[in-house]
Nanobody, 126 residues
């Protein structure tokens, strides 16, 4: 059973960089062919795919966030990290890490994910 768990600060000030880490257990992030993804859901809005790091190390980003987003991994710890720079209150959301089984584009389809963390609330406020 694969489990994912998000960790990081719950409150970030505007213009700062948000950093969240996903710890994966029950499976390696470097084997098979998965997209280890970050998704988020702002209050009252739909789910947005932010980007992913493939099992082979390649990264993919949503063009709408690409200039502010970086995803990298720590293979020895079986973790991957999201960094989102220059945050604004519009980045307030519940952030999830998830395992995506196939890539069809930047739109979010829940059927493409087989495991997801519980999510962590991030609020951007001064």
């Amino acid at each position: 059973q694969v489990q994912l768990r998000e960790s990081g600060p719950g409150l970030v000030k505007p213009s700062q960089t948000l950093s969240l880490t996903c710890t994966v257990s029950g499976g390696s992030i470097t084997t098979n062919s998965y997209l280890w993804s970050w998704i988020r859901q702002p209050p009252g809005k739909g789910v947005e795919w932010m980007g992913a790091i493939h099992s082979n190390g390649a990264t993919y980003y949503n063009p709408s966030l690409k200039s502010r987003t970086s995803i990298f991994r720590h293979t020895s710890k079986n973790q991957f990290t999201l960094q989102l720079s220059s945050v604004t209150p519009e980045d307030t959301a519940v952030y999830y890490c998830a395992r995506r089984t196939r890539y069809t584009g930047t739109r979010y389809y829940s059927s493409e994910y087989d495991y997801r963390g519980q999510g962590t609330q991030v609020t951007v406020s001064s």
